[in-house]
């Protein structure tokens, strides 16, 4: 048994997998703003992510892309477990009376070191963990979502996931303001980071061994 720890990367492009933030945001309908083909990306800086679905006058929505270079597993691999953690800010956590959680999905990026606001729509629906409701998040400090679904990391090339509040991803409306900030690779505070756990199978003589 092996475990294999990777990190999204710094830049825009980044040397492999990067993080970023595409949103829809200052929409007159949530309609709009859910539906969009993205209009902005960093809301307040590169350093942060963000998971949002808001209405605070207008509506806006942001999701997180990060992704991962897991291409040292090899395809002879075979993943048995994963955690994917991000760092919330201090004081980044905004919940409301809407009680949002926070959703774990897939996103097909055009591109795997570098992002902009057209990737707003790539992220997908099927949830890979159990959502973490806003109000159990912890304040500044790493947050784990345990993978339920392992099929999408990637054994020879890049993972990409995705971070939506659960609302936006079942296309459910907010009435205030539901969003958590997290760390991105750029701050230097607390990279996104997937843990995996992993077996490899060894030759010795005439059949395999997996460790």
């Known amino acids: 048994m092996a475990t ?23 929409q007159t309908t949530y309609a709009l703003a859910h539906d969009g083909a993205g209009n902005s990306t960093d809301e307040q800086s590169v350093n942060q992510l963000w998971a949002r679905n808001t209405k605070a006058g207008n509506y806006f929505v942001a999701r997180s892309l990060v992704n ?19 760092k919330t800010l201090d004081g980044g956590i905004h919940d409301s009376a ?9 996103n097909t990026v055009a591109s795997n070191t570098a992002y ?3 990737d707003f729509p790539s992220f997908g629906t099927t949830k890979q963990a159990a959502d973490k409701a806003i109000s159990a998040l912890v304040n ?5 979502w345990p993978l339920t679904v392992l099929t999408g990391i990637s054994k020879t090339t ?19 303001d539901n969003y958590v900030q997290f760390w991105s690779a750029d701050s230097g505070n607390g990279s996104p980071k ?7 199978p060894i030759s010795t003589g005439n059949f395999l061994q997996f460790f």
């Open 4 to 26: 294999l720890t990777v990190y999204s990367e710094t830049g825009n492009p980044a040397a492999a997998a990067c993080d970023g933030n595409p949103a829809m945001d200052n």
């Open 68 to 86: 991962f270079d897991t291409s040292s597993l090899g395809s002879g691999s075979t993943i048995t477990a994963a955690t994917i953690s991000l």
């Open 98 to 106: 809407d009680a949002d959680s926070i959703s774990v999905v897939l």
């Open 116 to 118: 902009a606001a057209s």
């Open 140 to 144: 500044n400090a790493y947050n784990d």
């Open 158 to 176: 890049i993972s990409h996931f995705g971070f939506r509040t659960a609302q936006d991803v079942s296309n459910t409306a907010p009435t205030l």
């Open 194 to 200: 997937l843990v995996i756990t992993y077996t490899t």
